[in-house]
T-cell receptor
Framework: AQSVTQPDIHITVSEGASLELRCNYS??????LFWYVQSPGQGLQLLLK??????LVQGIKGFEAEFKRSQSSFNLRKPSVHWSDAAEYFC????????????FGGGTRLMVKP | DTAVSQTPKYLVTQMGNDKSIKCEQN?????MYWYKQDSKKFLKIMFS???????INETVPNRFSPKSPDKAHLNLHINSLELGDSAVYFC?????????????FGAGSRLTVL
């Protein structure tokens, strides 16, 4: 069975500081990996995805993530956080045989200090 | 212009009632989904339909009955509502049901059962 772990429930960073949100997954084949962001009262917006190829993927809003197969990780990074980045971030895993059934992690709430 | 739209956005009802949530997508996608987000923000797949046919049913109680009149619509009907049904329900769609597809989510429908 596929699963996703986001070890950090809450993270607080200062505006302008760098950010790394951790994601570890379990999947029996080549995974498809996603990061979604959910602002308060909003739906989920795709930040970036990994299907194949280059293991460092770029997304919207200056985010990037690196797929590390040996560590079963897909951590999200941003070099300089803006106050508007405060939101809930979800990592998700799927795969070719999963019928596009995404399994989500529990989410990490990001708070940004001025 | 909304890609995936859900109605209603908020729904407050009494235990034992029957209610429906509607979802429509204008992206030309073949596959649609319902996800449930509980009070701890945990997201879990409920159903997936491809071209009006059920392809994923994740051990959801029989009180939940999805209906897809055409591939652009996937409605969720819930009978005999229980307190534990209180959650945010997200509709999503993707181009296909197999392979590397991105899910586009609606804004969510918050159901509160009193």
């Amino acid at each position: 069975a596929q699963s996703v772990t986001q070890p950090d429930i809450h993270i607080t960073v200062s505006e302008g500081a760098s950010l790394e949100l951790r994601c570890n997954y379990s999947y029996g084949a080549t995974p498809y990996l996603f990061w979604y962001v959910q602002s308060p009262g909003q739906g989920l917006q795709l930040l970036l995805k990994y299907f194949s190829g280059d293991t460092l993927v770029q997304g919207i809003k200056g985010f990037e993530a690196e797929f590390k197969r040996s560590q079963s990780s897909f951590n999200l990074r941003k070099p300089s956080v803006h106050w508007s980045d405060a939101a809930e971030y979800f990592c998700a895993v799927g795969g070719y045989n999963a019928g596009n059934m995404l399994t989500f992690g529990g989410g990490t709430r990001l708070m940004v200090k001025p | 212009d909304t890609a995936v739209s859900q109605t209603p956005k908020y729904l407050v009802t009494q235990m034992g009632n029957d209610k429906s949530i509607k979802c429509e997508q204008n992206l030309g996608h073949d596959t649609m989904y319902w996800y449930k987000q509980d009070s701890k923000k945990f997201l879990k797949i409920m159903f997936s339909y491809n071209n009006k046919e059920l392809i994923i049913n994740e051990t959801v109680p029989n009180r939940f009955s999805p209906k897809s009149p055409d591939k652009a619509h996937l409605n969720l009907h819930i009978n005999s509502l229980e307190l534990g049904d209180s959650a945010v329900y997200f509709c999503a769609s993707s181009l296909g049901s197999v392979g590397a597809n991105v899910l586009t989510f609606g804004a969510g429908s918050r159901l509160t059962v009193l």
